[in-house]
């Protein structure tokens, strides 16, 4: 399956439009896992990084991969984090490595199978799998009428990409992970017309259907659109939810 942020122009809207809910969804997960602080983590599908600056509060090294040269290109270096352009399915790494593997916002571009087959070998035995990402439906606290909108002109404007189901529990026992723990949490953030411009942008669907686009005047004309639902300017709260699964590898 093509990824659709591999390009400088597409990393360029992740870095300024991503949101950093990461932290939360590694708090959750930890807690699940039942896992403190880790000497060696492997950050799969790390984009721009953001993922990579939260597993960092979790461990003393991380390895960061991404199929996208563009996107780690665009990361935030830091000593204690190794960038390696690899793709999930054929990670450069050596067996049982890793105390701790995560996979944030890109598990859906992923062959399941292949992935958890190339999670367990990297991790050692006992070792946990964090899978996390995020949803907007276009929920602003007392602003329902965004959430029509996003439902209807703006998924007929930019169709979803076809992806791969949720993590599939099945898929991971058979690569040798032991029972799931599935959660989902709010995570509110305040938003105002500019910057949720920016994180619709970085949307896969949004992303594919205007790669060629000119983004600076995209990003104008998209939150000018949006204005009206922000009275003022001013910054409405926006509800995302957080999913995580989480699994410890058995054998």
């Known amino acids: 399956m093509r990824n659709p942020f591999d390009s400088e ?3 360029e809207r992740y870095v300024r439009g991503r949101l950093y809910y990461h932290p939360e969804a590694l708090r959750i997960a930890l807690r699940q896992l039942g896992i403190g602080r880790v000497g060696v983590a492997v950050d799969v599908g790390c984009g721009t990084g953001l993922s990579t600056r939260a597993v960092l509060e979790a461990a003393e ?8 040269v563009a996107m780690l290109r665009a990361a935030e270096r830091h000593p204690q984090a190794q960038f390696v352009a690899a ?10 490595i890793a105390e701790l593997t995560t996979v944030a916002t890109a598990f859906h571009w992923f062959d399941q199978p292949s992935v958890l087959a190339e999670l367990a070998r990297v991790l050692r035995s ?3 799998l964090a899978v ?6 276009g929920d602003l606290v007392g602003r329902p009428a965004f959430a029509e909108w996003m439902a209807g002109e703006y998924a ?12 599939d529990p099945e898929a991971a026992r058979e690569a040798g992970f032991g029972p799931t723990t599935h ?20 949307q896969s669907n949004t992303a594919v259907a205007t790669s060629t686009c000119d983004l600076a005047e995209l990003r104008h004309s998209l939150s000018e659109e949006i204005r009206p639902f922000f009275p003022e300017g001013a910054p409405a709260e926006a509800i995302f939810t957080i ?4 699994t410890i590898l058995e054998s």
């Open 9 to 11: 122009a597409i990393a």
């Open 61 to 68: 090294r991380v390895v960061a991969c991404d199929a996208s």
């Open 87 to 96: 793709a999930a399915e054929r990670l450069p790494l050596a067996d049982g």
């Open 126 to 128: 006992g070792g946990g």
């Open 132 to 137: 996390y990402s995020d949803y907007f439906h």
């Open 156 to 167: 007929s404007r930019y169709p979803s990409v076809r992806r791969q189901p949720h993590f």
């Open 183 to 202: 959660s989902e949490e709010q995570w509110r953030v305040p938003l105002t017309p500019e910057t949720a411009a920016n994180y619709l942008v970085s």
């Open 243 to 246: 999913r995580v699964w989480t």
